[in-house]
């Protein structure tokens, strides 16, 4: 087997016999990783406690047949505490793990960015450098376009024509004219789009004097775009909305 080194954020975790841990990891070299942390659930272990979500860290890892052998882990910014302390910042913090690993499906594929932008959101979480809901949604746009699903909320995103626009559509990929506007079309507040357009850009002063009722507005069609494209359920979205 061959020894490699990678600074990671654990995504998940998972039980293997009495005192071994699946630990998957977002690498910032080698993508997506699921290694094996060997005795890290006995109270005796030395690096169990940095293997939890959430924890960025300084892996060593010998290269396996199906899983990784986790050899060495040390600690580069434990961003587990803050998070998991608070219950809005958890909540928020989960949902950004759990796309990352949609996202990322192909495990040992490099995801450079992806690893980036989730290693720069779950920092701002644990610093409280803005409201929960913002960061949270400010990460799952900015991912999506680094997948390839940016979304659009000045020109239209099906045809181009200038903005802004009154109507969303999440199938289209964000604001529609009213020539492209399909059935059923959502009609936002004008402050929302511009919340929208503050949150993917990186504007944060318009985001953060944000009124409450267009961030509301606002989580509903992140939520709607990120698990269209994702074709799926997001589990722990549901339980961000009930904050």
């Known amino acids: 087997m061959s020894l490699y080194r990678d600074e990671a954020i654990v995504l998940r975790t998972q ?58 882990a040390v600690t580069i910014a434990p961003f587990a505490r803050p998070v998991c302390e608070d219950y809005a910042l958890y909540t928020a913090g989960t949902v950004m793990l759990e796309t990352a690993e949609r996202l990322v499906e192909a495990e040992r594929e490099p995801a450079t960015p992806q690893f980036q932008l989730l290693v720069s959101a779950v920092r701002s979480l644990s610093q409280r450098a803005h409201a929960p809901g913002l960061v949270l949604n400010a990460y799952l746009l900015r991912a999506l376009s680094v997948a390839g699903w940016a979304p659009s909320f000045t020109d239209c995103a099906r045809c181009g024509a200038p903005g802004p626009h009154r109507s969303f559509a999440v199938a289209q990929g964000g604001a529609v004219c009213g020539v492209c506007r399909p059935p059923g079309a959502m009609a936002p507040a004008p402050e929302t789009f511009v919340l929208l357009a503050g949150l993917l850009s990186g504007e944060w002063e318009p985001a953060d004097a944000s009124h409450e009722r267009h961030r509301r507005e606002a989580d509903g069609l992140v939520a709607a775009f990120v698990q269209f494209h994702l074709e799926r359920q997001l589990r722990s979205l549901r339980l961000v909305e009930r904050v």
């Open 15 to 72: 039980k293997l016999g009495e005192a071994d841990r699946i630990v998957t990891l977002l690498t910032r070299t080698h993508g997506k990783v699921r290694a094996v942390g060997k005795g890290v659930r006995r109270t005796s272990s030395r690096f169990g406690a940095r293997l939890e979500p959430f924890m960025l860290v300084d892996v060593h890892l010998h290269e396996g047949r199906n899983l990784d052998i986790v050899t060495q």
